[in-house]
C-alpha cells in the first residue's frame, strides 16, 4: 500500500523536528498545517493498533514471529514445512511405473486392500508397472482403519520381501499402513513401540533412511499422501494413536481425480468431514510460538507443531473448497468439479493439519473408534464394527468449536462465515455458537448420524471415552483452550445429541 498524504506530511514534518532546512521556505501557517497532519496519522495508527485482535492467533508477535530463540526460553520460536512431493491430474496414475523407473527400483511392494484391488485405480497402477517392466509383489490384506495387528502383519510382509520401493493405492488406511511397513522394515531391529507417539509407545526419533514411497489417494479426506502421520487402533487399550515423524512422510503424492468418482455417498461424506475437521482445527490450533517445549535439537521438532502462518493458508483455502463442492461431492458421484475438487482440497488440508496439527475434534475421535462396539457405517465393505475416521472425527466438532472459541473468536467466527453464515449483525463473544449452528446445519443436510447416542454410544460409556482420549496428547495438547477431564466428559456428553 503507498503512504497516504498524512504520512508522507509526517515525514516531512520530522525533519522540522530535527531542526534541518525545510526547502522552499515553509511559512508558519504550512507548518501548522504539517503538524495537524502528524497528529491525524498518530490517531490513526493508535486507533488501528485499537482495533487489532489481540488474540495470540491474531496478535502482532505471533504473526510476525519472534526475533529468534533465547536461551531459556520454554515455549518454540519456529515452524516447519514438510510435505510430500504432489503431482495431479487426471490420468496421472499411469505414470507410476516411470516414476520407480526414474527411481531405479527393482523389486516393488503394492499395498492396497481386499475391495480395492478389484477396482479401476489398483487396475492403473498394475497396468503402469507391468507395462514398465517393473517387478513387483501386491499385499492386499490392509485393514480397513489399521489395528496394530494389521500393521504388524504387513511389517512381516514388507520385511520378508526386502523392497526398495513401495506403492500404496487406497485411503488413509492403505498409506498409512504401508507408511509403517516401511519405516520398519527399514529398521528391522526396532521395537514396535520405538516410534510409536508416547505415551502410548516410546515416541523415539526416527533416524534411519527410508525406501521411496509413492502415495496413490483414492478417497478424498485424509491426506495422508503429504503428511508423516501414520494412524493405527492400539488394541490393548481400545484407542487410536499413531507414528509421527517427516521422514515416514511418501516421497511422491500421485493425486488422480479420477479414482474419486469410485468412492460411494457415505465414504465421501465420511472422507469430507475429515477434510472439514482437518482445515478448521489447524486453523484454530494453538499457535507455533506458545507450544512447548522448545525442542533442544531440531530432530526433536514435532510434526505438529501449532498453527502458523504458511499452515493457515491452505487450511483456509481448503475450507472455501469444502463449503463450494462437498454438498456437491456426495449428492451427485458424476458431478466431476466436485470430486476433483475436493480431491484435491484433501491435499491442501493435509498440507496444513500436516504441520500445524489438529487438536480436540480427533483427539476424542480415537476412542470413539476404537471402542465401537455394533456399529457398521453404510457403504464401508468391512467384516467388523466401524465408525469411519471422518463421521468419528466430526460429531464432536459443535461442541468442540463452541468450547474452544473464547481463545480465538475471531478465527471461528472467520471459518463460519467461509462455511456459509452470515456474520454481519454478529457479535464475537458468540462466535463458537456460530460455528457450531453452522456445523449442525451442515451435517443435518448431509444426512449424519444424529450424535453419538446414534452410532452406540450413551452416558454409561463417557468416562471410557475420556480415558481414550487422555493418552492423545499429541494432539490435545495443541488444543487453544487448556482442558480438564470433567472438559473432555461435557463436551461428549454435548455431543450425544447434535440436533
Known sequence: MSPSPALTVNGGGAGLRRGGPVSGGLCSRTAVVMA????????LLQELHRASCRCPAHSHVFSQGPAGHVPGKTTDYAFEMAVSSIRYGENVTKEVGM????????????????????????????????????CFKMYDAVR???????????IEFAKKGEFDAYVAVGGGSVIDTCKAANLYAS???????????????????????????????????TGSETTGIAIFDYEDLKA?????????????????????????????????????????????????N??????????????YQGSNPISDVWAKHALHIVAKYLKRAVKNSDDR?????????????????????????????YPISGLVKTFKAKDYIVDHPIVPHGLSVVLTSPAVFTFTAPMCPERHLEAAEILGADIRTAKIKDAGLILADTLRKLLFDLN????????????????????????????????????????????????????
Open 144 to 154: 480397513v482403519e489399521p489395528t496394530d495387528s494389521s500393521f504388524r502383519t504387513a
Open 290 to 303: 506458545l507450544r512447548s517445549p522448545c525442542p533442544t535439537n531440531p530432530i526433536n521438532r514435532p510434526a
Open 448 to 499: 449424519v448420524d444424529d450424535g453419538l447416542a446414534a452410532i452406540g454410544y450413551s452416558k454409561a460409556d463417557i468416562q471410557a471415552l475420556v480415558k481414550g482420549t487422555l493418552p492423545q496428547e499429541r494432539v490435545t495438547k495443541l488444543s487453544p483452550r487448556s482442558h480438564t477431564e470433567e472438559d473432555l466428559a461435557g463436551l461428549f456428553e454435548a455431543s450425544m445429541k447434535l440436533y
Open 99 to 134: 516414476d520407480l523407473q526414474n527411481m531405479e527400483a527393482k523389486n516393488v511392494c503394492v499395498m492396497t486392500d481386499k475391495n480395492l484391488s478389484r477396482l479401476p485405480p489398483v487396475k492403473a497402477v498394475l497396468d503402469s508397472l507391468a507395462k514398465n517392466g517393473i
Open 337 to 365: 468439479e466436485a470430486r476433483f475438487s475436493m480431491h484435491l482440497a484433501s491435499a491442501f488440508a493435509g498440507i496444513g493439519f500436516g504441520n500445524a496439527g489438529v487438536h480436540l475434534c480427533h483427539g476424542m475421535s
Open 240 to 288: 487410536k494413536t499413531g507414528i509421527a515423524s517427516r521422514v515416514i512422510k511418501p516421497t511422491l503424492g500421485l493425486i488422480d481425480p479420477l479414482h474419486t468418482l469410485h468412492m460411494p455417498e457415505r465414504v465421501a461424506a465420511n472422507s469430507g468431514f475429515d477434510v472439514l475437521c482437518h482445515a478448521l482445527e489447524s486453523y484454530t490450533a494453538l499457535p507455533y
Open 36 to 43: 495537524a497532519g502528524r497528529q491525524r496519522a498518530s490517531r
Open 187 to 221: 529398521s528391522p531391529e526396532s521395537d514396535f513401540l520405538d516410534f510409536v507417539n508416547a505415551p502410548i509407545g516410546k515416541g523415539k526419533a526416527v533416524d534411519v533412511a527410508l525406501k521411496p514411497l509413492i502415495a496413490v489417494p483414492t478417497t478424498a479426506g
